[in-house]
């Protein structure tokens, strides 16, 4: 599994979604404009991510989107797992029935032990994780003015 652009803009997208949590709806265009994102590519991301029950949708004049559940309850999991389709780095871990070897293959066991790292750690970080981290860099970056 390589972590694509989606995945990369997707995390993106829902945590400008979480730094609004609780403050209305959101605007593509504005996610677009604040993230330097195609607003095309963010309305084709986006679409996976609402019908995961993840972000939920408001039309209208004081439409946009904002996230179905608090932050905290999102994990970077359940966002690469909707927009990937899964977190396995090879087939044989999900379908051993892609392979005639994987009863017998030594590497599908390393490859096994190594997603279900990754699924781990990336089920350990929330939006409202990240969202803080996020936040932490951005108030030790130094400031320059001339």
Known sequence: MKITTRSRYGVRLMLELAGNYGKGQVLLKDIAR????????????????????????????HGGYSLARPPEEITLKDIVHVLEGGISLVDCVDNSLSCSRARTCASRDVWSIVSGQISRTLE???????LAKTREKADSAPEYHI
């Open 124 to 130: 350990s970080i929330s939006l409202g994780d990240l």
């Open 34 to 61: 604040n993230e330097d994102i195609s607003e095309k590519y963010l309305s084709l991301i986006i679409i996976p991510l609402r019908t995961a029950g993840l972000v939920q949708s408001v039309r209208g004049a």
